[in-house]
């Protein structure tokens, strides 16, 4: 469905029929009311602006280029309506609720449903980062880069995707007015400071406590 040739096409196609509760409900736990127009919303916005083409904002652009990112991107979008939701009860791995939901209803593989666990776990400590990087030293950014792993642009993309929505819902004259195109700006200068500070690929870097003795650690991090 979601990997096939128009994923805009099925996505409003369930909302049209109101068939979230069906698709991407956890059939193992009470479904609680979710606010499945979100996902509307998030689709709208992954079209466009996420995967569309902005000249204003050529690192955003760039984001999500791989079958799998778009494909993650989608799916991210589809469980919007479950990001204030809180952890299952009975899952005892305290895994986010849309995670535990896709994983469950839709029998998500692992990888799969790891990124879409940490694109919702890791919300506010992106948007953090987002609002504080151009200003860190490469020291603590890299950690920070480092610490959400390979499949970061994914998890940026999708913090990037629910402060839209967030906008959108709260005012939509203002979002419509100029107010998305501020978060956009947030993004894409977040995006030129980790392309500035050579940190795209910081998954990889090794460990400092691996290679330098415990002295040097807090001088190297504050660089």
Not at 90 to 107: C, F, H, V, Y
Not at 168 to 186: P, R
Not at 202 to 212: C, D, G, I, T
Request: some cysteine.
């Amino acid at each position: 469905m979601l990997k096939g040739r128009n994923p805009y096409a099925a996505l409003s196609l369930i909302h049209e029929l109101d068939l979230y509760n069906e698709i991407f409900s956890s059939p193992a736990q009470d479904a609680p009311s979710l606010p499945v127009q979100d996902m509307k919303i998030a689709v709208d916005i992954v079209r466009y602006p996420l995967l569309g083409y902005t000249p204003s904002h050529p690192h955003i652009s760039k984001l999500l280029m791989t079958n799998n990112e778009k494909y993650l991107a989608w799916l991210i979008a589809a469980m919007t309506p479950w990001k204030d939701q809180p952890v299952f009860p009975a899952d005892k791995k305290n895994m986010p609720a849309a995670a535990t939901a896709i994983r469950e209803g839709l029998k998500s593989p692992n990888n799969i449903t790891g990124t879409i666990a940490k694109a919702f776990a890791n919300y506010e400590a992106i948007r953090n980062m987002v609002a504080g990087l151009k200003d860190w030293g490469r020291g603590r950014a890299g950690l920070e880069m480092r610490a959400l792993g390979a499949d970061w642009k994914s998890q940026v993309g999708a913090c990037l995707m629910f402060e839209l929505v967030d906008l959108k819902k709260k005012n939509a004259s203002d979002y419509e007015e100029g107010g998305g195109g501020g978060v956009m700006d947030k993004y894409e200068a977040f995006l030129e400071a980790i392309a500035a500070k050579g940190l795209e690929e910081a998954f990889n870097f090794k460990s400092l406590l691996n290679v330098l003795p415990p002295l040097f650690l807090p001088k190297i991090v504050e660089q």
